[in-house]
């Protein structure tokens, strides 16, 4: 049982570029989230899924999409990487009920030149 | 829109202290409250959770209280160990939506 997995760990992107982060997890989770952390800002919600083919928007979705189309997995794109978007970017899942408990993988660095 | 305060942003301790970490929050309209550990470069990990209709849970030498009402929450911790430091995270559950606070830098030197 390998929880909450993230690739990659670390990349570095140029402007412009894109990229995909992958989430996985093996714990049969309806509740799948993005995240990302920045210094001063705390963590804050980036996009959320309640079920596989359905995403929704958080607190700040603005330049990243996301696609849920199996359940364990929830991928997060970033179509034109700006620097902006440098930093350090968590998945989580969540067991059933909305008293459930969230789990989280172990981040990938996200740096923009 | 929720508002999760972490007091006090950095707090060092010496060795064997007893110490409390303080989580206020604006929106008492929660499912529940969990406390996260985070270490340096590291993910975050769950300590305790906090269902809405509960007052405390305990782990170990971890005792975690709230106080819907007031919206707030104390995460007290018992004869502390260096390997304690690290971030502590206070988030709140609420429509499916986990709201994070900024944290407190916890420092225990020996």
């Known amino acids: 049982n390998a929880g909450v997995t993230q690739t990659p760990k670390f990349r570095v992107l140029k402007t412009g570029q894109s990229m995909t982060l992958l989430c996985a997890q093996d714990?049969?989770?309806?509740?799948m989230y993005w995240y990302r952390q920045d210094p001063g800002m705390g963590l804050r919600l980036i996009h959320y899924?309640?079920?596989?083919?359905?995403?929704a928007k958080g607190e700040v979705p603005d330049g990243y999409n996301v696609s849920r189309l199996k359940k364990q997995n929830f991928l997060l794109g970033l179509e034109s990487a700006a620097p902006s978007q440098t930093s350090v970017y968590f998945c989580?899942?969540?067991?059933?009920?909305?008293?459930?408990?969230?789990?989280f993988g172990p981040g990938t660095r996200l740096l923009v030149l | 829109k929720q508002e999760v305060t972490q007091i006090p942003a950095a707090l060092s301790v010496p060795e064997g202290e007893n110490l409390v970490l303080n989580c206020s929050f604006t929106d008492s309209a929660i499912y529940n409250l969990q406390w996260f550990r985070q270490d340096p470069g590291k993910g975050l990990t769950s300590l305790l959770l906090?269902?809405?209709?509960?007052r405390e849970q305990t782990s170990g030498r971890l005792n975690a209280s709230l106080d819907k009402s007031s919206g707030r929450s104390t995460l007290y911790i018992a004869a502390s160990q260096p390997g304690d430091s690290a971030t502590y995270l206070c988030a709140v559950m609420g429509e499916g939506k986990l709201t994070f606070g900024q944290g407190t830098i916890l420092t225990v030197h020996p």
């Open positions: 989580a899942s969540r067991t059933p009920g909305q008293g459930g408990t969230q789990y």
């Open positions: 906090i269902q809405s209709s509960q």
């Open positions: 714990m049969n989770h309806e509740y």
């Open positions: 899924s309640v079920g596989e083919g359905t995403t």
